[in-house]
């Protein structure tokens, strides 16, 4: 008898940034693994189309704006009251906009500190919410290889990705007594809409410096959904508080 340790038959997972790049990815990925997929995001439009590339009939649209943070648990209690508890949690929602230092003000840098680390604060805290998750359940946050190195012009992004990191550690530690494991994927250079418009936003020549960087050459969204959907099924059982870099090399200069 083949098994697949990847397949996750009858498990619910909330996907946030659902509507496009890495997070539709993994919401399709993830239904033809055959969970049941929460898709959230604010364009509504768009994430009928993730629900409509998706394997399987189960699967819920719940449009939601992560920059109403204060909101976070409460909307997550809704979300369980109609699809019950919470197998695990992927957020791929956030911001990349760089910005030199020569023109950073506060309501910027806060702007990127809200949108990439508040909201995956607050959804961490309201997935284990009583009731909310299913023990041994997993968060996986999308942090980024900029966390880990340097890049002109991206130090307050840098400083969002790297904090993801930093909380993803003590989180796990408070997590496990209640049987929840939290993780980061780190990804590089990944072909999105999103990536795409960073690079455009780059100094000349940056984006394609960092293109040459990556010794695999750059990623796509299905790259990045494979390792999360590793670390939420049973491969990822025995593995919370680590950093997952998915980078095609450009960590190993």
Not at 177 to 194: D, H, K, Q, W
Request: proline share 6%; glycine share 10%.
């Amino acid at each position: 008898m083949t098994v697949n340790p990847l397949r996750m038959q009858g498990r619910t997972i909330l996907v946030t940034g659902a509507s496009s790049g890495i997070g539709r990815a993994t919401a399709i990925l993830l239904s033809q693994l055959e969970c049941r997929v929460i898709l959230a995001a604010r364009d509504l439009p768009r994430l009928e189309e993730t629900r409509s590339a998706m394997q399987g009939a189960d699967h819920r649209v719940e449009p939601f704006d992560l920059s109403n943070s204060d909101d976070i648990p409460a909307w997550i209690k809704q979300v369980v009251a109609q699809a019950g508890p919470l197998h695990g949690l992927v957020h791929c929602a956030g911001m990349n906009e760089p910005i030199p230092l020569r023109m950073m003000t506060t309501g910027k840098l806060e702007a990127l500190m809200h949108a990439n680390l508040t909201s995956a604060v607050m959804l961490t805290k309201a997935f284990r919410q009583k009731g909310c998750p299913v023990r041994g359940g997993g968060i996986v946050l999308l942090s980024s290889v900029a966390g880990l190195t340097g890049q002109p012009a991206i130090s307050a992004y840098s400083a969002t990705k790297a904090a993801l990191i930093g909380f993803t550690r003590s989180a796990a530690l408070e997590l496990a007594p209640e049987g929840l494991r939290i993780n980061c994927v780190a990804p590089g250079l990944v072909a999105t809409e999103m990536g795409e418009q960073l690079r455009e936003r780059l100094p000349p020549g940056q984006g394609e410096a960092i293109e040459r960087m990556h010794p695999l050459g750059i990623g796509t969204p299905l790259d990045v959904a494979q390792a999360i959907a590793f670390l939420l099924a049973d491969t990822g059982r025995w593995i919370t508080g680590t950093t997952l870099v998915i980078d095609g090399g450009y960590t190993a200069h």
